[in-house]
């Protein structure tokens, strides 16, 4: 069981440019999660799914969008990156969307916005 | 307004001791509260967890105070190994609300030989 798998590992991409940021869980969780991480910062919510077919904003969803087409899947796309948008980014999953459900991270995507 | 932070961003501790990790919370609301461990270029993974009916709880080598009268809690991780660097944070939520958990900034632990 792999958990939670991300791609890519890193990149680094020009401002303007549309990128898609890929998240896939095999644990049949129904809530997944994305969080960005910057130094000297904790986690920040960017959006969530709490089930699929639904979505939701957490802190800092500018910028940013997302969908949730089936259970295992749930991309981030940034329409047109940002330098600001530089960071690393954290999918997770729980297995309810409730607010003592036990997230579960995957090994994050290193972004690079130039 | 709503904050979790902790009291050093770095902790340095001789391997065989005990590491003893502050949190302060700001929002007396919340009632839940969670330990995370992320090793260098891996996701968090959880440690621990309690809530605010219990001033204690323990796992396996770790222990989780509360102290809601100064909303604070600590992590004490008992007979710190090599194993055990890596960036600790915590984390806060209120059970009956739809709101969703609040990360503090954490603190890195390094062991010395």
């Known amino acids: 069981i792999a958990g939670i798998t991300q791609a890519p590992t890193s990149q680094i991409l020009a401002a303007g440019r549309r990128m898609t940021l890929r998240c896939t869980q095999d644990m049949r969780h129904n809530a997944m999660y994305w969080y960005r991480q910057d130094l000297g910062l904790g986690l920040r919510l960017i959006h969530y799914?709490?089930?699929?077919?639904?979505?939701g904003k957490g802190e800092v969803p500018d910028g940013y969008s997302v969908s949730r087409a089936n259970t295992d899947d749930f991309p981030l796309t940034l329409a047109s990156a940002v330098p600001s948008q530089t960071s690393v980014y954290f999918c997770a999953s729980s297995e309810g969307g409730g607010s003592t459900d036990t997230q579960y991270f995957g090994p994050g995507t290193r972004l690079t916005v130039l | 307004g709503e904050s979790v932070g902790l009291h050093l961003p770095t902790l340095s501790v001789q391997e065989g001791d005990n590491s003893i990790i502050n949190c302060a919370y700001s929002?007396?609301?919340?009632?839940?509260f969670i330990w995370y461990k992320q090793e260098s270029g891996k996701g968090p993974q959880f440690i621990i967890d309690?809530?605010?009916?219990?001033d204690k709880r323990q796992g396996q080598r770790v222990t989780v105070l509360l102290n809601k009268t100064v909303k604070h809690l600590s992590l004490q991780i008992a007979a710190t190994q090599p194993g055990d660097s890596a960036v600790y944070f915590c984390?806060?939520?209120?059970?009956?609300?739809?709101?969703?958990?609040?990360f503090g900034s954490g603190t890195r632990l390094s062991i010395r030989p």
């Open positions: 929002n007396s609301a919340s009632d839940y």
């Open positions: 984390a806060e939520n209120r059970i009956s609300s739809a709101s969703k958990i609040i």
């Open positions: 799914s709490n089930t699929a077919g639904t979505t």
């Open positions: 309690i809530r605010s009916n219990m």
